[in-house]
């Protein structure tokens, strides 16, 4: 199983930015998929998961301006960041779960002020 990551990049704060997340090289469904972040000095936290019947789960610093999507038959999962604010900035790590869980590379996500 191989998730890729894309759409992380420099952005304004305030800006707006599109995470995707394709998970590939699998012959099932994902029980949840969702994504990760780390920031420089700080441990990794959740920031939103789906789950497959769609039930979704939402930090609270990220909640009213994130929304995570998910196209089940794709295995993909889309994160839309609005509103973005430098502490936004992080590693941003893909992940699903079925028995495991799986990573993906990171994408880096940075928030200028």
């Known amino acids: 199983v191989q998730l890729q990551a894309s759409g992380g990049g420099l952005v304004q704060a305030g800006g707006s930015l599109r995470l995707s997340c394709a998970a590939s090289?699998?012959?099932?469904?994902?029980?949840?998929m969702g994504w990760y972040r780390q920031a420089p000095g700080k441990q990794r936290e959740l920031v939103a998961s789906?789950?497959?019947?769609?039930?979704?789960n939402y930090a609270d610093s990220v909640k009213g301006r994130f929304t995570l999507s998910r196209e089940n038959a794709k295995n993909t999962v889309y994160l839309q960041m609005n509103s973005l604010k430098p502490e936004d900035t992080a590693v941003y790590y893909c992940?699903?779960?079925?028995?495991?869980?799986?990573w993906g590379q990171g994408t880096l996500v940075t928030v200028s002020s």
């Open positions: 090289g699998s012959t099932f469904s994902f029980d949840a």
């Open positions: 992940v699903a779960t079925k028995y495991r869980n799986y």
């Open positions: 789906v789950t497959s019947g769609g039930s979704t």
